[in-house]
C-alpha cells in the first residue's frame, strides 16, 4: 500500500493533504502575488521549502501545478501530477479548499480574498507589459515617422510662403534645415550676409550664389507681420528637427539594449520598424522568415492571392540598404536571405538575452556575396515566361465576360428550346 499525499498550489498559500482528505500542513505565504508566480515559473520558495521537510516521508505525491512537481521532483520527492477532473473540481471549489487548508476563516472571505488577489495579480501583470523597452521602442519610432511627416509638410508651407518673397532660394537650398536657418537669421533677403549662410553648412562658392541671387532676386516685398509668422514656422522647423534627432539617438541606444542582432542585421530604424509592424519583439522571434520578408505588403499580398498575380518579394525590409541598392532581379533573394537572419536573431534577443552574435552577420555576408556571384545577370528565360504567364492570365480575365454570356445563351437556349414565330 503506498504512503499518498496531495500538494495544492492556491493563490494564498500551500496545503497538503493524505489520502482520507485530510490536512497534514498548510503554509500562507506572506507575499501571495510574489510567492505563487515563483512557483508557477518553476523556482522554490521559503513556504515550499518549509513544506517538503513535512511530506518528505510519503512515497507518491500529487501536485495540482506541473511546475510545482517538477520542483519537488528536483527536491528528491515522487510527485506527479493530479488527473484533470480532480484539477477541475479544485477549481470548481477553491474557496471550500481555502477554508479546509485554514487560509481563511469562511468562504466569503475565501472569495473576497480570491478577488483581491486577482485584481492585484493583473495589475502588476499589466504593469510589466508596459514596461517593456521593447513597446517603447515603437512608441519612438512611429513618433519619429509622425515627426518626418510633419517636418516635411511645414517645410513645405515655409519654402512656399516664403519663395513669394525669395523664389531663387528655393532650387539653391536643399536642406530643409539649411533654408530654415537663413529665414530664421536674416529673414528679409537684404539681410542675408555670408556668416549667416556659412553658418548654415553652404560652401564659399554656394554663399556667392545665394548673395548673388539676393540682389537681382526678382521676389516681391514682404510685410512685417507675415515676415514675422514665417520665422516662427521656421524656427518651429528647427525645434521639431532637434526632437528629430534625439528621437533617432533614443533609437539607437534602446535597440542596442533591446535587439542588438536586430539592430546589426536591418539597421536601428529598419529594426525598429519591423518590431513595431509584428507589434512587439517576442511576436516578430515567433513569426516565420516568410512572414517578416513582406511585413508591411499585406495589401499587395492579399491583391495577388485574390487576383493569381506576382506576390510581393518584399515589405518593410526593403528600406535595407543591401536591398534597396541591389539589382532588382536580386531584391527578392536579398530579402529573403535577410528574413530568415532576421527571424533567427530575433529569437536569440528574446530568449537567450545575449550578447551581439557577430556570426550570424558573417553568414548573411557570405549568402549575400553567393546571390551577387551567382545571379550578376538578370534570367532571361525566366523574365520571358514570367511574362507569357501574365499575358495568358490577362487574356483568362478578358474573355471571362465572353464565357460567362455564352454559358447563359447555352442555358437559356437548353431551357426554353429555339425561338418559333
Known sequence: MTNTCSVLLLELGLAAFDENNRLIVSKKFDNPIQSYRLLKSGE?????KELIERIRSFDYILVNDANMAF????????????PQEEQN?????????????????????????????AIEFSSVRVKEASEKLDLHI??????????????????ARMREWYGLHFPELDNLIQSLIAYAEIVTKAGLRENITRQIIENAGMHDRKAEIIMDAAKRS??????????????KIAQEIISQSELRRILSDH???????????????????????????????????VLPASTIQVLGAEKALFRALKTGTRPPKHGLIFQHPLIHSAPRWQRGKIARAIASKVAIAARIDVYRHSEKDSSILERLERRIKEIQEKYKEPRLEKDRSRRYHLESRQRQFTSFGRDKRDKSNRKNRKKFGKRRY
Open 89 to 117: 473540481n479544485i477549481q470548481n471549489t477553491k474557496p471550500a479548499y481555502i477554508v479546509q487548508s485554514n487560509l481563511a476563516m469562511n468562504e466569503i472571505e475565501a472569495t473576497q480574498a480570491l478577488r483581491n488577489f
Open 251 to 285: 533609437i539607437e541606444i534602446a535597440m542596442d539594449l533591446v535587439a542588438p542582432n536586430v539592430k546589426s542585421l536591418l539597421t536601428a530604424s529598419v529594426g525598429a520598424r519591423i518590431i513595431a509592424k509584428a507589434g512587439s519583439l517576442s511576436r516578430l522571434a
Open 71 to 82: 520542483v519537488l521532483q528536483q527536491s528528491g520527492l515522487n510527485s506527479h501530477v493530479m
Open 44 to 48: 522554490n520558495s521559503l513556504e515550499l
Open 138 to 155: 515603437i512608441q519612438s519610432v512611429n513618433a519619429l515617422d509622425e515627426l518626418d511627416k510633419i517636418i516635411n509638410v511645414v517645410g
Open 218 to 231: 526678382k521676389g516681391g516685398d514682404m510685410t512685417t507681420e507675415n515676415l514675422v509668422i514665417v520665422k
